[in-house]
């Protein structure tokens, strides 16, 4: 189960923070790796500091799935050890399987407390049927608010 950062996660890149009651719009970048993604894989997204409520969310990711399309994940938040999701905020989420943008389907992120820092997630569930991810970029679209 290898698990894959983010520019964001590892502090290379910054994510602008909310003041109040406006919600902007972060980018998150994912590089897809070289090597095929399979089912258990981690992808790092984002660290939300505490008072930061993420209200809504997309994935916007090229088509890394060029066969029988397959690919599909789950996203939330990561449990202590970083080894699996402790709420999943979506399952079954198939961006990837080909580039339209998949959209959150609920109000559950902005429902959850914000009293800890949180890490945003991705657990792979679903492997590609053919993988196509080497070199590509999709990225995380998040809304936060303060």
Known sequence: MPTFQTRVFTGAR???QPDAGIIP???VDIDFPTVALVAT???LVARLPIGVALMDYEFHFPDIDT???AFAFSFGIMNAGLTALA???QAGITAGQSNA???NLNSDAAQFATTSERVLGIVVTTAAAT???ATKVGQVILRLRG
């Open 14 to 16: 910054n994510v602008p």
């Open 67 to 69: 066969g029988a399309a």
């Open 101 to 103: 943008i998949v959209r």
């Open 131 to 133: 993988y196509a991810g």
């Open 25 to 27: 719009a972060v980018a």
């Open 41 to 43: 894989d981690i992808i």
């Open 87 to 89: 709420t999943t905020f």
